[in-house]
C-alpha cells in the first residue's frame, strides 16, 4: 500500500476526520463561547451584546462556509447538550442558598409565573394565527418560553417541530436577555426578586445565565421562575391546546 | 467535584425515572432539581463546598450549553425566511410578568 501523496488527498482525509470526530465540534464551540466572551466584555457587557447570540452566529457562519452538516456537528458538540440537565438539577444550590427569600415571596412567585407563562403562550398562538402561521411552526413556537430540554418534549405532543423549537426557545431567551434588562429599567423595576422572575419566566436558561453573572438573588429567582414555568407550561399547555378550534 | 457530579446525575436519573413511571408530563431534570432541593433542605447544613464549586460552574457557563442546539437555527432558515415576521414576533419579550 503507497502512502497517499500529500496534498490534496491528504488534506481531505484530514477534512473527513474533522467533519466525523467530536474533537473539531467541541473545539471550535469552546472557541467561538470564548470569543463571544471577549466580544461582550468589549462592549461593556451591554444587554445586547449577547455571548449565546454571537457564539451561535459565529458557528452558523461556520458551518455555511465550510459546507458543514448541522448533524454532523451536533452529534459532535452532543456532549455539551447533554450537560443541560445536570445544570437544570443544580438549581437547587442556588435556590437552597436563597431559600428564606424564595419561601417568603413563594405566592407572589407563583401568580407571576403562572401569569407570564400562560400570556407567552397565548400571545405566541394568537400571533400565529393572526399572521397565518403554518399549524406546525404555531405549534413549535407555542412553548417557547419554556427551557430547551423541557420544550422538545411539549412540541411533539402539539404536534409541532422539535428543531425548530429549539431554535425557536433559544431565539426567545435571547431576545428576552438581550431586550428584558433594557425594558425592565424603562419601567423601573429595581427588585433583584422581580427581575430575577421575569428574566426566568420570559427568557428561561439564557436569562437565567445572564441573572446569574449580574446578581445572585435575580440568578436564584430566575432558576426559580425557569422551573416553574417548564412545571406550568408541560402540565397546562396540551389541555389548553385542545381547547383550540381546528 | 466527581462526587458532586455523581449527585447531580443520581437526582436527574431519578427525575427521569419517576416522571416514566408516574407518566408526568413534566421532564426529567426538573422532578431532579426539586428532589436535589428537598435533599438540601433536609440536610439543613449549608451546602458542601465541592457541590457549590460544581454547581457554580455549570450554572456560570449555562449559556454555552445552548448553543449546540441554538446552532439548529441553520436547518430552518428557507421556513425562517418565509414565516420570519410571526416568529420574531412572538420571541419579542413584550409579555413579563406582572411584578412589582
Not at chain 1, 444550590?93 to 428564606?100: C, D, G, S, T
Not at chain 1, 426557545?169 to 433594557?182: C, D, K, N, Q, R
Request: hydrophobic share 55%.
Amino acid at each position: 500500500m503507497a502512502v497517499p501523496p500529500a496534498g490534496m488527498s491528504g488534506l481531505t482525509e484530514i477534512w473527513v476526520y474533522l467533519a466525523r470526530d467530536p474533537l473539531a465540534a467541541l473545539t471550535a464551540t469552546l472557541l467561538a463561547w470564548l470569543a463571544a466572551l471577549r466580544l461582550q466584555q468589549l462592549a461593556g457587557r451591554h444587554p445586547l451584546a449577547n455571548p449565546v447570540l454571537i457564539a451561535i452566529a459565529l458557528l452558523v457562519g461556520g458551518l455555511l462556509a465550510a459546507g458543514i452538516d448541522y448533524r454532523a456537528y451536533f452529534e459532535g458538540t452532543r456532549f455539551a447538550h447533554f450537560l443541560l440537565g445536570p445544570a437544570t438539577v443544580a438549581f437547587a444550590v442556588p435556590l437552597y442558598r436563597q431559600w428564606q427569600l424564595v419561601r417568603r415571596s413563594a405566592l407572589a412567585a407563583l401568580l407571576a409565573v403562572l401569569g407570564g407563562g400562560l400570556f407567552a403562550a397565548a400571545t405566541s398562538i394568537a400571533l400565529g394565527f393572526a399572521l397565518h402561521t403554518a399549524p406546525e411552526v404555531t405549534a413549535s413556537i407555542a412553548p417557547r418560553s419554556v427551557t430547551t430540554p423541557v420544550v422538545m418534549g411539549i412540541a411533539e405532543r402539539l404536534g409541532g417541530l422539535p428543531s425548530l423549537t429549539a431554535a425557536l426557545v433559544i431565539a426567545s431567551g435571547i431576545t428576552g436577555a438581550a431586550l428584558g434588562p433594557l425594558t425592565l429599567n424603562l419601567v423601573r423595576v429595581k427588585d433583584w426578586r422581580a427581575r430575577g422572575l421575569a428574566m426566568g419566566t420570559a427568557a428561561h436558561g439564557v436569562g437565567t445565565a445572564r441573572a446569574l453573572t449580574v446578581d445572585a438573588t435575580a440568578g436564584a429567582f430566575s432558576g426559580l421562575a425557569m422551573g416553574l414555568n417548564a412545571l406550568a407550561t408541560a402540565l397546562l399547555l396540551p389541555l389548553l391546546w385542545r381547547l383550540l378550534p381546528g | 467535584m466527581i462526587g458532586s457530579l455523581a449527585a447531580l446525575l443520581l437526582c436527574q436519573l431519578a427525575g427521569e425515572v419517576v416522571a416514566r413511571a408516574l407518566h408526568l408530563p413534566v421532564p426529567g431534570p426538573v422532578i431532579g432539581m426539586v428532589l436535589f432541593l428537598a435533599a438540601l433542605t433536609l440536610r439543613q447544613d449549608p451546602a458542601p463546598e465541592a457541590l457549590s464549586h460544581t454547581a457554580d460552574a455549570l450554572l456560570g457557563n449555562l449559556g454555552l450549553l445552548f448553543v449546540p442546539a441554538g446552532v439548529g437555527v441553520v436547518l430552518h432558515l428557507p421556513l425562517l425566511a418565509r414565516d420570519w415576521a410571526p416568529l420574531s414576533l412572538a420571541c419579542s419579550p413584550v409579555r413579563w410578568p406582572p411584578s412589582r
